[in-house]
Nanobody, 124 residues
Framework: QVQLVESGGGLVQAGGSLRLSCTTSGGTFRSYTMGWFRQAPGKEREFVAAISWGGSLTHYADSVKGRFTISRDNAKNTLYLQMNNLKPEDTAVYYC?????????????????WGQGTQVTVSS
């Protein structure tokens, strides 16, 4: 049974930083493309970032490029999202998701396991 659990969300002022973590169990973490998504109130869930199974390739939404960094520690079965220079428009529930085994990082339709989400609130 695959489980993903996010942590690290919270309230931060604009310009601040947060680091989200996603611990996983079930399956072979190191073989799967992983991603972060977010959903703001009243909006659809949107893609934030993805990382290849080995960690050498990353892909970001234009809205977070240069501010967010996705990474993974395959020895710890953990995915991270470092968020710097946060803006009020980054306020959302952030979800980690598991994609396909050796999946292409540009594919946003591959994600089939999701965490419960962690709230990030950025005040102005």
């Amino acid at each position: 049974q695959v489980q993903l659990v996010e942590s690290g969300g919270g309230l931060v002022q604009a310009g601040g930083s947060l680091r989200l973590s996603c611990t996983t169990s079930g399956g072979t973490f190191r073989s799967y493309t992983m991603g972060w998504f977010r959903q703001a109130p009243g909006k659809e869930r949107e893609f934030v970032a993805a990382i290849s199974w080995g960690g050498s390739l990353t892909h970001y939404a234009d809205s977070v490029k240069g501010r967010f960094t996705i990474s993974r520690d395959n020895a710890k079965n953990t995915l991270y999202l470092q968020m710097n220079n946060l803006k009020p428009e980054d306020t959302a529930v952030y979800y980690c998701a598991r994609g396909d085994m050796y999946g292409r990082i540009l594919s946003q339709s591959q994600y089939n396991y999701w965490g419960q989400g962690t709230q990030v609130t950025v005040s102005s």
